[in-house]
């Protein structure tokens, strides 16, 4: 069973024009495009955003204290003005070692009974700090913690001169871009990659191969759609429920989570347009390659969502990954917008990032498209 070729002949305006307001009717009777394209970018981005922080704050540490000195009780009071330490003062290092093998503490600092005068002297580092190093990530951030907490004491106390006589450095920290270090400004921008590469995916894996199992392909082949008018009429209204989503991501970030935003809102519209593109070109593949629902939402979700969560960079450093996981990452899509929506949200127009990966995503939806408009066939079978 087939309809009258017409691969041949140039695009009909008219006919495209119906078959979109056709697309578009349905998708607005099927509540499970607009939970898709809404409801889920919000339950994640409430999830993610409130959930997942990769600062760590209010660490337990135990403080044992072998000296009556008063500099050790000033800088006990230090420790306890901070929100990154919960110190509690442990009578003998044992009790303390206990503490922190039953991981009721993150952390041990200890200052001998000579810490009064070795500081006054300046002859040696009168702390000893230990850490729990099963999770390798806390411990070196108590670490630096506790450095940081002493170096600021030494500072304001008068004796970073005593500590370091020899040295004439002086060391001053600039950070740049996220300047309070608060790891929700990167996470939020890569949550939205990641939000946005699901239901980009999820919105189209289901149309082509819902089509077949409902019969309605065959209604379909039997008009004289082309296959380009009938890839674009199924693309354009996911298109705009995915920048609809889009948008909605982008205003809970600048305005619940307060993320900021230093680019420009015409870039981040081109760049997530071409990302839609690309993951709303990998789902119709899919649907169109697998010609069942059940089949294509999971290759759409393991094929998008788990790649994009661990292979981006939204979480892991890429370049902190083996050489071979690297190479991989250059086939997930999401890598690259990730890179724009950082690059956007923390640092402005940094054109030498944001033209090639917005080049890597052009080209990717160009291969997506490709492949799906080869493998739609105007016949049955």
Known sequence: MSAPSTEGKGLDRLRLKGFVRKEWLQVLRDPSSIIVAVVLPLFLLFLFGYGVSLDAKHLPLAVVMETSAPEAHDFYASLKA?????????????????????????????????????????????????????????????????????????????????????????????????????????????????????IGALLTALVIAREWERGTMEALLTTPLTK????????????????????????????????????SFLVLILTSACFMLVVLGFGLMVSTLTRNQFAAAIVAITGTMMPALLLSGFIF???????VVQVVTFIVPARYFVEILKTLFLAGNVWSIIVPNTLALMAMAGVFLTITFRATRRRLG
Do not use: C
Not at 95 to 101: F, I, K, P, V
Not at 148 to 156: D, I, R, Y
Not at 317 to 323: F, L, T, V
């Open 82 to 198: 901070t929100d990154y330490l919960i110190p509690e003062t442990v009578p003998t290092r044992a009790a303390a070692e206990t503490m922190l093998r039953e991981a009721h503490v993150k952390g041990i600092v200890i200052m001998a009974d000579d810490f009064g005068p070795k500081l006054q002297a300046g002859t040696a580092a009168p702390i000893q700090v230990l850490v729990n190093g099963t999770d390798g990530n806390t411990a070196r951030i108590m670490q630096g913690y506790v450095q940081g907490a002493w170096n600021a004491w030494l500072t304001q106390r008068g004796y970073a001169g005593h500590a370091a006589p020899a040295s004439r450095i002086e060391v001053r920290s600039r950070v740049w871009f996220n300047e309070t270090l608060d790891s929700h400004k990167s996470i939020v921008p890569g949550l939205i990659a990641l939000i946005m590469t699901l």
């Open 228 to 263: 380009t008018e009938l890839i674009i009429g199924k693309l354009v209204p996911y298109f705009g429920l995915g920048m609809g989503g889009m948008a909605v991501s982008v205003t809970v970030a600048l305005v619940l989570f307060q993320i900021g935003y230093r680019g």
């Open 317 to 323: 450093d890429i370049r902190s990954m083996p050489a």
